[in-house]
Structures are given as structure tokens and as C-alpha cells.
């Protein structure tokens, strides 16, 4: 068979041969319908819609991270705004019934949204196509294109109902509240606002969401129109939220209408204005107080320190006239938010020296040097001084703030400064308040005396300066004393002066006729309140004898020249007699005086004369205006040449001890060569408080007598600090110091007995003379004296009546405040608190608290308690002295004594508490200043840490009990107790 022959039976029968196909061709129409094919898929792709999820199917479902899906639900949130390298971020919540899922918008589809006003509010129903993040505790959605947000319905309303408040049931509703500003913030999510409707308080906020890239101008004060949806902050407190700032309406408080200032307080709850002319500023419950005046009406205005910054004091003085703008109180004070000077009064610089408390709150401004830096919580407080004056500057923390860096470095000691503000009156002592950083410049430089110009006026011109501070110029005539104040004759004119400023003259080198300059402030034409005294020109006085001193001499200053006959202390006064003429020294001059005559002694004496039961004496006022003319005197010697001597020796010693033996005192001293016991005269004995055994002494020994004739102290050493209770006979004709508690008072003919407690024991005391003494049981008195032994126990022997101090009277006295008033506390004052802890860092300090507060003082080891008898979670009258920051005395009045643990008890969270522990000692350390023990009774091992200073004399060994009292503490992670009396520490 040929082949064209098989090929026809290849096909059936009656078919008719078809045309051969080429099959090259057949793979490109595959590849065009293959295109063709995708690009129809891809279309039905994009049109296709994301599927529609439950917030509860996708929340932390990791197999849908980074899914594309639909979230319908409601709004929850307002929009949250965030800005992080320049770069916005927006944040909102939505609500499917299922579940709450945060849906972000990142930049730049963020700007896009604010600007084309696209923002979901709380309430609006959304659709939201967007990619889900899924992490391991926090699934949210990112929105990635604008057309991906549909709103389905939008909570707004063309005219909404305005409402005077809200409740939780109007949430998701949209209304307005109209009102006033009483209260706005800056904070995270926008500008918060409190209105006042005059029903009731509305809180509105402007989210920042709108105000990215549009600015609204609110204060308190003005009037807002606010529209917006009602949302549950914190799901509980319905606030209104501004969607859109074109609707929002705000009437400036400048623009309030103005009410003349009578009738004012006629119009509560109205927003207003008024003008009138500044009379004073105060303070109260933080908000200043102005009080304006139209001649005949006053009206105070209570602004915030904001609003009265506009003020500068400076600039703007009292009498300035000012605009207040507010709301009317129903006290009949207008509630300030808005201030301006209409017609300013310049602020004139003061000198100091004429500020007085009638001019409180008045704007002053005043220059000068300062001389206290202080700081007083976040404020800071200023001392300044013109040489008229000192005075108080008190810089408020919000002002300090407000003050630069340059100006804070340049308020130092020494520096100058002008500060201007109003006056105030603050624990009797007048300050300026500086409100605003405007009112305080600081110099960089001392400001020059000559810089305070005073006019210099004399006696006939005084009458034109009433009122004013001047330079007071004339020629010296007399001195006189009169109801606790001093008064310079000059040129027949009275003027007053301090005794501190009157220690300028010296009448032994300027007396009558001398020509005089008194800075002060003219009260009248014959009387000038001083306030510093120049002596310009001096004329030498012409010294007197005794007998040459008449009565009619009364009233003028004179120098008297004579031999002592004697000398006599008065009850801290002195008496010195020249002859048969007395000298009279008050006690405030004898305790400054460096030179005190003895008997026998040559002197000259200046001072004034004054007429003493019909007899004339001269009053020495000044410790510098008496001077020894003699040269010979005592010949200097040792202890080791009395036994030689017949003439009076001048020694310098040491005291040791002593003792008394009818009718004198025995004083036990030594030197380098010997010591030796002598006789002296109480009146020569120096105050214990001030100069006690140990000190070193110049005395005037007569060796035939074996007396001390005169005595003047050359080294100071003050009688010693103890507890009462810890007081032995070891201590016997030592000198010591207590403070404690009068627990018992008992007068003994001329004397007087004492039971004196500190809560370490009782201290039996015996003052020889002091009946009259006003100490009465439950005071608390500091004292010294020297141990003696009577009926076989230590008593304190008190053998001047000027060792005698009562710090707490049963009436008045020292102020009692509480921990949350120390702060601002100067001087000394009463604490009664709680003890709480006991530290040590350079010294030791104890945390105490009362029902105000609590604060950690430092405290001497010596005003301790025993813990044995009172330790922590005792109650304690302190008095502390607020200025050198410090305990001055401490008196238990509830001991609650130390309690004992165990060894092994003792832990990190008994920390400062006073605890008490005996056991075995297993160890001993000594170190170059502590003791260091282990001891163990059984319960576990606890180290014992006990300083040189409160160990002294004791020794301890292995194998010995003891018992300790102290305070719980920590070196090195190791748990310790220390004890800090020695009388704490029992060694058996």
C-alpha cells in the first residue's frame, strides 16, 4: 500500500480529506489567552473587598498577623496624637460588640486625615479595611490607605441641644454647654477646660488632634461655646469632646462688659470688667488679692500669680490704675482672670530704713546687698541690707522658676540686687514678696553705700521730714535710758537707737560736744527713731574723780577715774566701786566685757550718769569704755611659787574640781609645775554653762591667805552634757550640764531642791539662794553646777544663780509647732512626736512623726535617751533650734523602753529601731576606734558594734554575758546593734 493510499484509511468512511494544521502557531495563542487570563484575575482581585472580621476572631490570633481585614464597629476613643522625629502618629478605638482593637495611622496618611478633616470621633460607626499586627499581649490594626476608613454614621448634630451639665446617660449623644473658664490645663490629649454654666462644672476638650495644625486662644476667664459628642472619660466621668473647631465660640474675658466698681458686687455670677486704682495686694489660699479703689468704693479681685505676673512691679507701683476682668462672687469678690494697666504709677526705689507695717501691700522696690541665702522648701529667701536697713526677700518657688540661669548664679552673699514687689508681714518681721521673675534683678555687683542718698537735715529742720528716714546731724549732748530704750540728746532732739548700734560710741573717746550723724526715721520735730549712729567728729571727755560726779550731772556722758574698792555681780548685773562712787553694769554689757576690774585695780570708766536713790552713778554701756591705767600689778608665777611667795601671784591654771567649805568655795587647780587647792568667793566663780571645770583660768592667788582674789577665764571649756542618770560619785567636784524634766520642786528656806529627769534617771539638784527662782514641776530647765556627795548620793550642786535656764514654761514660752510647720520654722520651738528610727552618718540622727508629717533630725549622743528606759516608738518633747538645725534638748514624756529579742531575731526590718539583746560573747575585735563583738544566746550569732567613745573604761572577753540596748543597723549587708551610752551596755 502506497502511502497516500494508507493515509485515506486513516479517516472514516465518507469523510472527506481536511487541510494539514501548522502547530507552531498553537503556542502563541496559548501564551495571549494565558495574559489575557491573568490580568482578568488580577482586576477581580482588586475589586474584590477584604473579608469582614469579629474583633474576638483576630485578637491574638498569630495565623492572622499581618492579614488584611475589615473591622466594623463604633468608635470608644478620642483620637490619641503622637509626634516622634517630627513624624505624626493617630490612634483610635473601635468597637464591634466582640471585642475593642486600637487602630494606628502613621505619617504621612496622618497629616492627610487631620487636614482633610477625616478623624473618627467617639460615637461615629466605621468601617476600617486594615493590617492586623499580632503580638503576644496586644493585637492592633494599622490603617494604610484613606479610602480604606468609611464612615457608615457620624455622631454630630447641625443644632445641637445646649445643656447646663451632663450625666453618664448622655453619653454618645452630641450637644453644647456654654459657660465660663474656671479652670484650664495643657495636657496629652489636648486643652482641658472646666466651665462654669451656672448650674454646674462641665469639662470640655479641645482634642490635639485639631489643634496640630490649627491654634485655639482659650484663658481662664473667657466665655466658650463648645458643641461636641458627651464622652465617659474612664468609662465614668462625662466630659464633652470639641469635634470641630469652626463650630467652637470664644469670647475674651478683655472683652467683658465694664461695671463701674460700686456697683459691682450688685451683679453675682456676671462676667465683667473694672477699673480703678490699685490699693494693696495680699495672699490667700493660693490666689493673690487685689484691692482696687475709685476714691470712695473699695473691691478686691482674686487673680491667680499668672495673671498678676502682667503686673510688673517695677513698672506699675500702688495708685497705678488697672483693669480686672472676671466673674463676680456671691462674697462679693470679683474671681480675676484677666489683668492690665490702664495708667501706671512708677515704682520709685525705698530706702529700707522707711518701710514700715502700715505700708503693707503696697508694691515697693528697693536695692541692695544680700547678705542670707536660704532656701525654704522650693522657695528661696533673701536677706538684703541698704545700711538703712535689713529686710526679707521672699522669691515664691513658681517665680523662682521663671528666674535665668544668669540671674540665680548671680543671687549670692555680697552681690547686689533690686527686687520689687509687695510689702508683707511675716512672723512680725516686714519682706517684699517678689510675684513674678520681672520683679528681681540681680547685679553681679555690691552695690556702693553712696548709691543711698538720705538728705542731711538738722534739729531746726527735722519738722519737714516727719515720716521720712534722713541723716540726722548734730553735736552730742547726753545720754538717757527710758522705758528699755536708749535716747542720744542731740541738739535738744531725742533720738532712739538699739544698744547693738549704740556700742559705736565710745564715751571714752567721744563725749559731750563730740559731733554726731543718727540715720533714722523723723517722728517729730524732737524725736528721731535711730537706726545707726557715725560719731563724724569725737572730742575727747575730760576725766572726773569720784567725788567731782554731782546729781545735776544727770543725763550726761562722763569718764570717772578711781581705785576699785569692790566689785559685785548683781544677778548677772555687775556693781563696781571706785571708791564710795558706783558704777553700774547691765547684764547685757558685763557678758561682753573682756576686762573685768578687781579690787585694788586703777581704771577709768566712761559711760552716763544716772540718778540712783537720790544718788548719782555712772551706767556703763559700752564693754569697750573701761580700761586699766595701772601697770604694776600681780607678778606672774606658778602654782609651785605659793609656797615661797608673800606677794599676790598671777597664774594661769587649769580648774579641776570643787567643793565648798563654809564660807567659801574651794578651787582645786594645777599648772606644770604642781597643783593646789584655794578658797574663793562665790561672786568670783565663773557660769558653769559658760566656763566649767577644765577651763584655763588667770586667777590672782594671795599666797598668805591661800585665796583667789580675781579670776577672769582664758580658755573656754564649757561644763559638759550628761544624762541624769548617769551621774555617780566618779564625777564628784567635776562640773556638769543637764536638761531635763522638774519632776519634784521643794523650797528649803533660801534654797531650792530640784528633781531633775531627762528619762535616763533622776538627778537630785540643790541651788544655794535660788527660792525666789521661778521653777515650777513639769518645766524644763537646762543647768550646771558640780558634783557633791549627799547622804551618800550624787547631787548637783548649782552655785550660781545664772546656771539656771527654764527652756519650757507651763504658759507661753518656746511655740509649739508641728513636723509639717518645721520647714518654715526659725528660733527654737517644741516638737511633740513619736520616735521612730535612730541612724548614724557623721553624726547621729533620729526619724520622728506626729499626725503632720515626718522629718530626720541631727541630735547630740548626749540628749539620747537610754534606751533601757525610753527607746524608739517613745513620745518626745523636742526642742529644736530651727536656724542652727539642731536639738537642744530632748524630755521623754511616754518611755517606751527597748524590746528585747532574741539574738537570732534580729533582721534588716528591725532597721533603726532600738532593740535589746543579751547573750554569750563568742568573739572580740578591737579596732583603732570600736569594739566589735559576736555574741549568741542560743538563737543564732548577732555582732555587737560599739564605739571607743561609748565603750571607755569597760572590757570584754570571751565567755562573758552580756547586755546590750541600742539600735538596729547594717555594715556590708551584716546586721548589727549599737549601742550609743555606755549606761545601755551591762557587762556580768
Known sequence: MTGKEGEKKLYYHGLTEQKRLDMSRLKYLALIISVIGVAVLLVAAQSAQAPLMKVSDVYGNYMMNYAVVRINGTVTSVPYVSETGGRLGLTFSVNDGTGNIDVRVYSPLAE???????????????????QLRVRETYTYAILNYLDGLKFNSKLYSENPETVRYLTENMSNTYVAVEGIVTEFSNVSSGYLLTLDTGESLVTVLIPRVLLVFDNVSVKVG??????????????????????????????????APEVPLGEAPNYPGMVMSVKGQLAGIGYENGRYILTLTDGSNYLEALVPRDVLAELNPFNASTGSVVKVAGKMGNDGRLVGAYLEVIQPVKTEFRPIGVLTTDMRGSIVAVKGNIEEVERVGSNLKLTIDDTTGRLDVFIPSATLMELSNETLLDLKVGLGVEVAGYLEEYRGALEIV?????????????????????PKVTADEL?????????????LEGLTYENHTYYLLVDGVKASLPRDVLANLNPLEAGTGSQVTVRGVVESGDLVKGWNLTVEVPVAPVPLKPEEVTPDMAGQLAVVVGKVTDVANLSGNLKITLGDFPVFVPRTTANEMTYVPEKGDLVQIGGYIEIYRNAPELVLFNPMAIEELETTGPTEGTVSDLETATEPLLLTVTWDSIAYQKPDYLLKIHDSTGSTTLTIDRSLLPNPLSAGTGSQLKVVADPLSGSITALNVSRVVPARLVKTGSITLSLKGKTVAINGTATDVVVLGKNLKLTVDDGSGAMAVFIPGGA???????????????????NGEPELVVYTLEAVEVIEKPSGGIEEITVSELPNASG?????VIWDSLSYDSGYYIEVHDDTGSTKLKIARELLPNPRVAGTGSKLRITYDADAKEIVSVTVLNAVPAEKYATGEVSDALMGKTVLVEGTIKDVYTGRSFVKLTIDDGSGELVIFIPKSVAGDLTFEKGQRISVAGYVSEYKGTIEVIPYLQEAIEVR
Open 772 to 790: 525666789n527662782l521661778s521653777v515650777k514641776k513639769g518645766q524644763t530647765v537646762h543647768l550646771a553646777g558640780y558634783v557633791d556627795e549627799y
Open 463 to 475: 519738722q519737714n521730714y516727719v515720716g521720712q528716714l534722713v541723716d540726722f546731724t548734730g553735736s
Open 222 to 255: 473667657d466665655t466658650v461655646y463648645a458643641p461636641g459628642i458627651v464622652y465617659l472619660y474612664k468609662g465614668t466621668s462625662p466630659e464633652i469632646v470639641v469635634r470641630d473647631l469652626s463650630e467652637l465660640s470664644i469670647t475674651p474675658i478683655e472683652e
Open 828 to 832: 527654737k520651738v517644741n516638737l511633740t
Open 434 to 454: 517678689v510675684y513674678t521673675g520681672d520683679g528681681i534683678r540681680a547685679l553681679g555687683e555690691p552695690v556702693p553705700p553712696s548709691e543711698i542718698n538720705l
Open 112 to 130: 492627610e486625615m487631620i487636614k482633610k478633616g477625616i478623624i473618627p470621633f467617639p460615637g461615629d460607626n466605621v468601617t476600617a479595611e486594615v
